[in-house]
């Protein structure tokens, strides 16, 4: 099958209620406008990556977050070493990577994901839905899928960089008006 044909065959799978809800939820996101025309002039393909960094493998075996995740994880450390180089200049190394690691984390990730409300249009299966426990790593997933999918739509790190710049402004003060940087066991 070619592309297109492929592409054709998910977006059968793609209902009307479900391209208006990714567009809503891309809209609440507040990109930049003019790439929020990616999504909102309902191009296809761009609503497919949506839908697959928001569909839990429980829900769908094929089609699912997991590559655009993995994605997102590399897109994410990019950006976050970028904001950290253009916001703290003078910072070293070893504290640059410090709070890099709390600016990609799980912990954040899954906070962001549930700011931007991530479980209203997250596919989650029966099962996963159940096991209370997995949500946290679910919403973080699926918000570094997120990630994933707008790079992969979008082909360019600023409008990403743009919108998760705030999460992070908040998230390095946190950080770095702790003493201990959140490292409890060197506290201890």
Request: glycine fraction near 4%; charge should be positive; include cysteine.
């Amino acid at each position: 099958l070619g592309i297109c044909q492929i592409n054709f065959i998910i977006s059968m799978k793609l209902s009307n209620q479900r391209k208006k809800d990714i567009i809503n939820f891309i809209i609440g996101l507040n990109l930049d406008k003019k790439y929020q025309q990616e999504f909102t002039n309902e191009k296809l393909k761009n609503l497919i990556y949506i839908n697959q960094a928001l569909t839990h493998s429980s829900a769908n075996s094929e089609i699912n977050y997991e590559k655009l995740e993995f994605l997102g994880d590399a897109v994410l450390r990019l950006i976050a070493s970028d904001f950290i180089k253009s916001k703290y200049p003078y910072m070293q190394v070893g504290e640059r990577s410090e709070l890099r690691s709390h600016l990609v984390s799980d912990q954040w990730l899954e906070d962001v994901g549930k700011e931007i409300d991530i479980k209203s249009v997250l596919i989650i299966g029966k099962k996963a839905l159940k096991d209370q426990s997995a949500k946290a790593t679910i919403y973080a997933e699926a918000t570094e899928a997120l990630i994933g999918a707008l790079y992969e739509s979008l082909n360019i790190l600023d409008p990403i960089k743009n919108w998760l710049t705030p999460f992070w402004d908040a998230k390095s003060k946190e950080v770095l008006a702790d003493p201990h940087k959140k490292n409890y066991k060197s506290a201890l």
